[in-house]
């Protein structure tokens, strides 16, 4: 189980390298640069430090709910199994759902303190 888990994470790790350089080649990357702030700000850096954190979140929430159909999908009528997969699926789900309010919180936040 610990083998099939890490042969599904690592091609997901090489799949995610093989399609996102090609998405980030497709633009044009003088199209849309950003300028450079004035002075470092720390606010610029706590949203980019959010925006991070949540890809990488979203990112192993997926991953966990197609580990958890998997293990739906072979649990072969055991009870057990199924109680197992379905904490495994209602769990990645609610963590996922915690991280999106928490990004809308954050959002909500810089907006209502930008505009005060």
Same mark, same amino acid.
């Given at each position: ?12 790790? /090489? ?27 720390? *606010? ?9 954190? /949540? /890809? ?7 991953? /966990? ?42 959002? *909500?936040?810089?907006? *209502?303190?930008?505009?005060?």
């Amino acid at each position: 189980m610990k083998k099939l888990l890490k042969i599904i994470v690592l091609t997901c790790l /090489f799949l995610g390298f093989l399609i996102f350089p090609n998405l980030i080649i497709a633009n044009d990357p003088l199209e849309d640069a950003p300028t450079m702030p004035d002075r470092f700000n720390l *606010f610029t850096f706590l949203i980019g430090l959010q925006n991070w954190f /949540f /890809f990488v979140v979203i990112t192993l929430a997926v991953i /966990f709910v197609i580990y958890g159909g998997y293990m739906f999908m072979t649990a072969q009528g055991d009870p057990q199994r199924l109680t197992n997969a379905k904490k495994q699926v209602i769990y990645a789900l609610v963590g996922a759902g915690v991280v999106l309010l928490a990004v809308a919180a954050i959002n *909500f936040l810089a907006e *209502f303190l930008q505009y005060s």
